[in-house]
Protein backbone atom coordinates (compact mmCIF):
# COMPACT_ATOMS: atom_id res chain seq x y z
CA UNK A 1 0.00 0.00 0.00
CA UNK A 2 1.17 3.68 -0.69
CA UNK A 3 1.80 6.67 1.35
CA UNK A 4 -1.50 8.34 0.06
CA UNK A 5 -3.74 5.04 0.38
CA UNK A 6 -1.89 4.57 3.73
CA UNK A 7 -2.93 7.91 5.25
CA UNK A 8 -6.95 8.21 2.78
CA UNK A 9 -5.43 10.89 0.66
CA UNK A 10 -6.27 11.62 -2.94
CA UNK A 11 -3.31 10.06 -5.27
CA UNK A 12 -1.39 11.93 -7.05
CA UNK A 13 -2.86 10.49 -10.54
CA UNK A 14 -6.31 11.69 -9.18
CA UNK A 15 -5.00 14.86 -7.81
CA UNK A 16 -3.59 15.04 -11.67
CA UNK A 17 -7.36 13.99 -13.24
CA UNK A 18 -8.65 16.88 -11.05
CA UNK A 19 -6.06 19.67 -11.78
CA UNK A 20 -7.83 21.18 -14.26
CA UNK A 21 -10.81 22.52 -11.60
CA UNK A 22 -8.70 22.68 -8.53
CA UNK A 23 -5.86 24.81 -10.93
CA UNK A 24 -8.89 27.42 -12.35
CA UNK A 25 -10.41 27.96 -9.04
CA UNK A 26 -7.34 28.33 -6.45
CA UNK A 27 -5.36 31.74 -8.05
CA UNK A 28 -8.63 33.13 -7.42
CA UNK A 29 -9.05 32.05 -3.76
CA UNK A 30 -5.55 32.30 -3.23
CA UNK A 31 -5.01 35.91 -4.45
CA UNK A 32 -8.06 36.91 -2.19
CA UNK A 33 -6.67 35.26 0.64
CA UNK A 34 -3.22 37.38 0.18
CA UNK A 35 -5.17 40.66 -0.76
CA UNK A 36 -7.40 40.36 2.91
CA UNK A 37 -4.22 39.59 4.58
CA UNK A 38 -2.50 42.93 3.53
CA UNK A 39 -5.66 45.01 4.03
CA UNK A 40 -4.91 43.71 7.95
CA UNK A 41 -1.49 44.29 8.27
CA UNK A 42 -1.31 47.75 9.28
CA UNK A 43 -4.18 47.09 11.87
CA UNK A 44 -2.23 43.77 13.25
CA UNK A 45 0.91 45.62 13.40
CA UNK A 46 -0.35 48.71 15.62
CA UNK A 47 -2.18 45.53 17.60
CA UNK A 48 1.56 43.95 18.10
CA UNK A 49 2.58 47.54 18.77
CA UNK A 50 0.08 47.80 21.25
CA UNK A 51 1.20 45.05 23.16
CA UNK A 52 4.73 45.58 23.71
CA UNK A 53 4.03 49.49 24.33
CA UNK A 54 1.18 49.19 26.10
CA UNK A 55 -0.21 52.44 25.45
CA UNK A 56 -3.21 53.25 23.40
CA UNK A 57 -5.14 56.82 24.55
CA UNK A 58 -7.78 56.58 22.05
CA UNK A 59 -8.31 52.74 21.93
CA UNK A 60 -7.12 52.19 18.05
CA UNK A 61 -5.96 48.99 19.17
CA UNK A 62 -9.30 47.49 20.54
CA UNK A 63 -10.78 48.55 17.19
CA UNK A 64 -7.49 47.19 15.29
CA UNK A 65 -8.03 43.84 16.52
CA UNK A 66 -11.85 44.19 15.87
CA UNK A 67 -11.11 45.13 12.44
CA UNK A 68 -8.72 41.98 12.10
CA UNK A 69 -11.45 39.77 13.35
CA UNK A 70 -13.79 41.01 10.97
CA UNK A 71 -11.52 40.26 8.46
CA UNK A 72 -10.45 36.89 9.68
CA UNK A 73 -14.19 36.21 9.92
CA UNK A 74 -14.90 37.27 6.36
CA UNK A 75 -12.42 35.50 4.67
CA UNK A 76 -12.39 32.53 6.67
CA UNK A 77 -14.26 29.28 6.40
CA UNK A 78 -17.03 29.80 9.50
CA UNK A 79 -18.72 32.62 7.30
CA UNK A 80 -20.44 30.39 4.88
CA UNK A 81 -23.49 32.76 3.89
CA UNK A 82 -23.61 34.57 0.35
CA UNK A 83 -23.59 37.63 0.32
CA UNK A 84 -26.07 40.34 -1.53
CA UNK A 85 -26.26 43.76 -2.50
CA UNK A 86 -29.14 45.12 -0.27
CA UNK A 87 -30.89 46.78 -3.81
CA UNK A 88 -30.71 43.01 -5.21
CA UNK A 89 -32.36 41.49 -2.46
CA UNK A 90 -34.71 44.62 -2.50
CA UNK A 91 -35.50 43.48 -5.90
CA UNK A 92 -37.91 40.82 -5.21
CA UNK A 93 -40.43 43.59 -3.65
CA UNK A 94 -42.30 45.71 -6.29
CA UNK A 95 -41.88 48.67 -4.09
CA UNK A 96 -38.64 48.61 -3.92
CA UNK A 97 -37.60 51.62 -5.96
CA UNK A 98 -38.96 54.35 -2.50
CA UNK A 99 -37.45 56.49 -0.36
CA UNK A 100 -36.57 55.70 3.34
CA UNK A 101 -36.77 58.20 7.00
CA UNK A 102 -34.01 57.75 9.25
CA UNK A 103 -34.03 60.15 12.52
CA UNK A 104 -31.77 62.91 11.90
CA UNK A 105 -29.28 61.95 14.81
CA UNK A 106 -28.63 58.10 15.71
CA UNK A 107 -27.83 58.06 19.05
CA UNK A 108 -26.69 54.50 18.89
CA UNK A 109 -25.23 53.58 22.42
CA UNK A 110 -23.09 50.93 20.48
CA UNK A 111 -26.06 49.09 19.12
CA UNK A 112 -25.65 49.83 15.12
CA UNK A 113 -24.63 51.70 13.06
CA UNK A 114 -26.14 53.99 9.93
CA UNK A 115 -25.52 51.03 7.77
CA UNK A 116 -27.91 49.02 9.79
CA UNK A 117 -30.26 51.33 10.29
CA UNK A 118 -30.65 52.21 6.65
CA UNK A 119 -30.86 47.93 5.42
CA UNK A 120 -33.30 47.96 8.02
CA UNK A 121 -35.47 51.34 6.98
CA UNK A 122 -35.28 49.88 3.14
CA UNK A 123 -36.43 46.39 4.09
CA UNK A 124 -39.22 47.41 6.02
CA UNK A 125 -40.37 50.11 3.35
CA UNK A 126 -39.97 47.80 0.72
CA UNK A 127 -41.96 44.93 2.31
CA UNK A 128 -44.97 47.07 3.57
CA UNK A 129 -46.00 44.95 6.87
CA UNK A 130 -48.97 45.82 8.13
CA UNK A 131 -47.86 43.99 11.76
CA UNK A 132 -44.18 43.87 12.67
CA UNK A 133 -42.73 41.81 15.50
CA UNK A 134 -38.77 42.71 17.11
CA UNK A 135 -36.95 40.83 19.57
CA UNK A 136 -35.01 42.93 21.94
CA UNK A 137 -36.02 46.64 22.26
CA UNK A 138 -33.28 47.95 23.86
CA UNK A 139 -33.96 52.03 23.65
CA UNK A 140 -36.27 51.52 20.56
CA UNK A 141 -34.15 53.21 17.83
CA UNK A 142 -34.71 50.09 15.70
CA UNK A 143 -38.40 50.15 16.68
CA UNK A 144 -38.58 53.86 15.74
CA UNK A 145 -36.94 53.11 12.22
CA UNK A 146 -39.78 50.18 11.35
CA UNK A 147 -42.53 52.41 12.71
CA UNK A 148 -40.99 55.60 10.64
CA UNK A 149 -41.03 53.43 7.68
CA UNK A 150 -43.94 52.01 7.81
CA UNK A 151 -47.69 51.89 9.30
CA UNK A 152 -47.54 48.30 10.65
CA UNK A 153 -48.70 47.94 13.88
CA UNK A 154 -45.55 46.37 15.75
CA UNK A 155 -44.90 44.44 18.81
CA UNK A 156 -41.55 44.27 20.19
CA UNK A 157 -40.24 41.90 23.11
CA UNK A 158 -37.47 42.78 25.96
CA UNK A 159 -36.52 41.21 29.23
CA UNK A 160 -38.06 43.05 32.00
CA UNK A 161 -36.49 45.84 33.86
CA UNK A 162 -35.23 43.64 36.78
CA UNK A 163 -34.57 40.05 35.00
CA UNK A 164 -34.16 36.86 36.73
CA UNK A 165 -31.24 34.62 36.99
CA UNK A 166 -32.68 32.09 34.87
CA UNK A 167 -33.86 35.01 32.20
CA UNK A 168 -30.34 35.90 31.59
CA UNK A 169 -27.52 32.63 32.02
CA UNK A 170 -27.21 31.93 28.57
CA UNK A 171 -26.49 35.01 27.78
CA UNK A 172 -22.72 35.90 26.83
CA UNK A 173 -20.80 39.16 28.76
CA UNK A 174 -21.59 41.20 25.26
CA UNK A 175 -25.64 40.56 25.66
CA UNK A 176 -25.09 41.20 29.78
CA UNK A 177 -23.52 44.65 29.05
CA UNK A 178 -26.24 45.46 26.52
CA UNK A 179 -29.12 43.97 29.42
CA UNK A 180 -28.09 46.36 32.23
CA UNK A 181 -27.23 49.11 29.64
CA UNK A 182 -30.84 49.45 28.91
CA UNK A 183 -32.69 48.46 32.44
CA UNK A 184 -35.36 51.05 33.17
CA UNK A 185 -34.47 52.66 29.63
CA UNK A 186 -36.32 49.97 27.34
CA UNK A 187 -38.00 51.72 24.26
CA UNK A 188 -37.24 55.44 25.83
CA UNK A 189 -36.32 56.83 22.22
CA UNK A 190 -40.19 56.65 20.93
CA UNK A 191 -41.70 57.59 24.55
CA UNK A 192 -44.10 60.47 23.42
CA UNK A 193 -43.48 60.10 19.59
CA UNK A 194 -46.47 60.52 17.32
CA UNK A 195 -46.13 56.97 15.92
CA UNK A 196 -45.60 55.45 19.96
CA UNK A 197 -49.31 54.24 19.80
CA UNK A 198 -48.46 51.76 17.68
CA UNK A 199 -45.76 50.01 19.83
CA UNK A 200 -47.07 47.20 22.23
CA UNK A 201 -44.46 46.25 24.67
CA UNK A 202 -43.99 42.66 25.71
CA UNK A 203 -41.58 42.56 28.74
CA UNK A 204 -40.38 39.16 29.20
CA UNK A 205 -37.91 36.28 28.31
CA UNK A 206 -38.61 35.92 24.77
CA UNK A 207 -37.88 32.14 25.23
CA UNK A 208 -40.84 32.07 27.46
CA UNK A 209 -43.33 33.40 25.15
CA UNK A 210 -46.06 31.92 22.12
CA UNK A 211 -45.90 34.37 19.84
CA UNK A 212 -49.38 32.83 18.40
CA UNK A 213 -50.76 34.51 22.04
CA UNK A 214 -50.03 37.62 20.88
CA UNK A 215 -50.22 38.26 16.73
CA UNK A 216 -51.94 36.30 14.28
CA UNK A 217 -49.32 36.42 11.80
CA UNK A 218 -46.47 38.71 11.23
CA UNK A 219 -44.93 40.17 7.62
CA UNK A 220 -41.25 41.41 9.18
CA UNK A 221 -39.61 39.81 12.22
CA UNK A 222 -36.65 41.35 13.46
CA UNK A 223 -34.64 39.03 15.39
CA UNK A 224 -32.07 40.95 17.35
CA UNK A 225 -32.65 39.62 21.25
CA UNK A 226 -30.65 37.84 23.27
CA UNK A 227 -27.65 36.17 20.97
CA UNK A 228 -27.22 32.69 22.93
CA UNK A 229 -28.05 29.90 21.06
CA UNK A 230 -31.18 28.86 23.13
CA UNK A 231 -32.57 32.54 22.56
CA UNK A 232 -31.75 32.46 18.43
CA UNK A 233 -33.27 29.02 18.11
CA UNK A 234 -36.16 29.92 19.91
CA UNK A 235 -36.47 33.36 18.98
CA UNK A 236 -36.84 31.57 15.38
CA UNK A 237 -38.69 28.90 15.59
CA UNK A 238 -41.36 32.09 17.37
CA UNK A 239 -41.15 34.31 14.35
CA UNK A 240 -41.08 31.33 11.77
CA UNK A 241 -44.85 30.13 13.72
CA UNK A 242 -46.32 33.51 13.02
CA UNK A 243 -44.64 34.09 9.52
CA UNK A 244 -47.09 35.36 6.87
CA UNK A 245 -46.62 34.18 3.16
CA UNK A 246 -44.13 36.31 1.17
CA UNK A 247 -43.05 37.64 4.82
CA UNK A 248 -39.77 38.32 5.77
CA UNK A 249 -37.49 37.80 8.77
CA UNK A 250 -34.21 39.72 9.53
CA UNK A 251 -31.45 38.39 11.94
CA UNK A 252 -28.96 41.11 13.29
CA UNK A 253 -25.32 40.64 14.59
CA UNK A 254 -24.03 37.66 11.78
CA UNK A 255 -20.07 37.91 12.45
CA UNK A 256 -17.57 37.14 15.21
CA UNK A 257 -18.66 38.51 18.23
CA UNK A 258 -21.78 36.53 18.24
CA UNK A 259 -20.55 33.33 17.59
CA UNK A 260 -24.16 31.30 18.02
CA UNK A 261 -25.79 33.47 15.93
CA UNK A 262 -23.20 32.62 13.29
CA UNK A 263 -23.43 28.89 14.05
CA UNK A 264 -27.71 28.46 14.14
CA UNK A 265 -27.98 30.79 10.88
CA UNK A 266 -25.48 28.71 9.13
CA UNK A 267 -27.34 25.47 10.36
CA UNK A 268 -30.20 27.10 9.43
CA UNK A 269 -29.33 27.51 5.61
CA UNK A 270 -28.18 24.06 5.48
CA UNK A 271 -31.18 22.88 6.74
CA UNK A 272 -32.77 24.53 3.64
CA UNK A 273 -33.50 27.71 4.09
CA UNK A 274 -32.56 30.18 2.10
CA UNK A 275 -30.30 32.87 3.69
CA UNK A 276 -28.63 36.12 2.41
CA UNK A 277 -26.24 38.48 4.48
CA UNK A 278 -26.68 42.08 3.05
CA UNK A 279 -23.29 42.80 2.08
CA UNK A 280 -21.85 46.15 4.38
CA UNK A 281 -23.56 44.92 7.27
CA UNK A 282 -24.68 42.41 10.08
CA UNK A 283 -28.08 41.45 8.87
CA UNK A 284 -29.20 38.08 7.43
CA UNK A 285 -32.37 37.48 5.90
CA UNK A 286 -34.90 35.27 4.78
CA UNK A 287 -38.19 35.83 2.79
CA UNK A 288 -40.90 33.16 2.67
CA UNK A 289 -41.91 33.17 -0.64
CA UNK A 290 -43.80 29.55 -0.48
CA UNK A 291 -42.06 27.89 -2.99
CA UNK A 292 -38.91 26.21 -1.37
CA UNK A 293 -37.83 22.55 -1.58
CA UNK A 294 -38.56 20.92 1.66
CA UNK A 295 -35.43 21.52 4.06
CA UNK A 296 -33.76 18.88 5.62
CA UNK A 297 -34.78 19.58 9.53
CA UNK A 298 -31.83 17.28 10.97
CA UNK A 299 -29.48 19.04 9.87
CA UNK A 300 -29.71 21.40 12.34
CA UNK A 301 -28.76 20.72 15.77
CA UNK A 302 -30.42 19.11 18.68
CA UNK A 303 -33.76 19.35 20.35
CA UNK A 304 -34.07 22.85 20.01
CA UNK A 305 -34.10 22.80 16.22
CA UNK A 306 -36.74 20.38 16.46
CA UNK A 307 -39.53 23.36 16.50
CA UNK A 308 -38.04 25.17 13.49
CA UNK A 309 -41.21 24.84 10.48
CA UNK A 310 -40.00 24.14 7.11
CA UNK A 311 -40.82 26.98 4.87
CA UNK A 312 -43.30 24.81 3.25
CA UNK A 313 -44.68 24.54 6.79
CA UNK A 314 -45.12 28.42 6.64
CA UNK A 315 -47.65 28.17 4.25
CA UNK A 316 -49.86 25.72 5.41
CA UNK A 317 -50.69 28.06 8.41
CA UNK A 318 -53.97 27.82 9.03
CA UNK A 319 -54.34 31.52 10.10
CA UNK A 320 -52.52 32.79 7.51
CA UNK A 321 -54.02 36.06 6.02
C1 LIG B 1 -28.99 44.36 20.45
S1 LIG B 1 -30.20 44.91 21.57
C2 LIG B 1 -31.58 45.24 20.51
C3 LIG B 1 -31.38 46.43 19.59
C4 LIG B 1 -32.61 46.90 18.88
N1 LIG B 1 -33.26 45.84 18.17
C5 LIG B 1 -32.28 48.04 17.92
O1 LIG B 1 -32.33 47.84 16.70
O2 LIG B 1 -31.99 49.16 18.37
C6 LIG B 1 -30.64 43.40 22.36
C7 LIG B 1 -31.76 43.51 23.39
O3 LIG B 1 -32.24 42.18 23.60
C8 LIG B 1 -32.64 42.06 24.94
N2 LIG B 1 -32.66 40.63 25.32
C9 LIG B 1 -31.62 39.82 25.61
N3 LIG B 1 -32.05 38.59 25.92
C10 LIG B 1 -33.40 38.60 25.81
C11 LIG B 1 -34.41 37.64 26.02
N4 LIG B 1 -34.14 36.37 26.36
N5 LIG B 1 -35.70 38.00 25.83
C12 LIG B 1 -36.02 39.27 25.47
N6 LIG B 1 -35.09 40.23 25.25
C13 LIG B 1 -33.79 39.91 25.43
C14 LIG B 1 -31.62 42.89 25.71
O4 LIG B 1 -32.17 43.32 26.95
C15 LIG B 1 -31.34 44.04 24.75
O5 LIG B 1 -32.09 45.20 25.09
Redesign the pocket.
Known amino acids: MDFAARHGLAHPAQHHRHGRNLSQRQPAELLNKIAAAIRMLPAAMYAVYFDIVRKDPERLAEAARAGIREACFATGSHHRLPLIDLSDWLCGFRSSLGTVVLPMELP ?1 EG ?2 NAS ?1 FHA ?1 AAICAASRPTRIV ?10 A ?1 LALNSAAGILT ?3 PDTPRAQ ?2 ET ?1 SQA ?1 LT ?2 SR ?1 RNR ?1 GAYYRGETYADRITEVR ?4 RLDLRDYVPFADLC ?1 I ?3 HSYE ?1 IASDTSNALRVLAPGGTIIW ?2 YFWMYPDVVLFLNELQKAGYPLYRIKGTNLVVYRNSGSRPAPDRSACRGERAQGLRSPEGERDRPDAP
Do not use: A, H, K, N
Open positions: TVGYLEFGTFLGLGTVIDLETLDLVSICDSRLDGGCDD
